[in-house]
Nanobody, 127 residues
Framework: VQLVESGGGSVQAGGSLRLSCTASEYTYSRYCMGWFRQRPGKEREGVAA???????RYADSVKGRFTISQGNAKNTLYLQIDSLKAEDTAMYYC??????????????????????WGQGTQVTVSS
């Protein structure tokens, strides 16, 4: 599956953004989907994931501020980001993983478990 992210940009701290990920095929209930980010000088980290059963998982650093959701068009994934902080500045990536990752909830935010990646969209937060 091919993935294309959009929606990044430059915003002030406290603002919001909605990132979109459009897949080349229907992803609903077929793939686990995740959002990852890579901050300058840091390793890529998982921030939110959506299993094929609809359950979600979030990194502790973003709980309550980030929301992952499937679009009505079933090949679109969103990441709503609220109360943006300067430390959220990063390149954000969408990724698709195998269906059975749903049952390995402890691995849902592990980048190595995902095998399809988008090119990323940059989010820059100014304080």
């Amino acid at each position: 599956v091919q993935l294309v992210e959009s929606g990044g940009g430059s915003v002030q701290a406290g603002g919001s953004l909605r990132l979109s990920c459009t897949a080349s095929e229907y992803t609903y209930s077929r793939y686990c989907m995740g959002w990852f980010r890579q901050r300058p000088g840091k390793e890529r980290e998982g921030v939110a994931a959506l299993g094929t059963d609809g359950r979600t998982r979030y990194a502790d650093s973003v709980k309550g501020r980030f929301t992952i959701s499937q679009g009505n068009a079933k090949n679109t994934l969103y990441l709503q980001i609220d109360s943006l902080k300067a430390e959220d500045t990063a390149m954000y990536y969408c990724a698709a993983g195998p269906n059975d990752l749903t049952y390995k909830w402890w691995l849902l935010l592990s980048a190595s478990e995902y095998n399809s990646w988008g090119q990323g969209t940059q989010v820059t937060v100014s304080s």
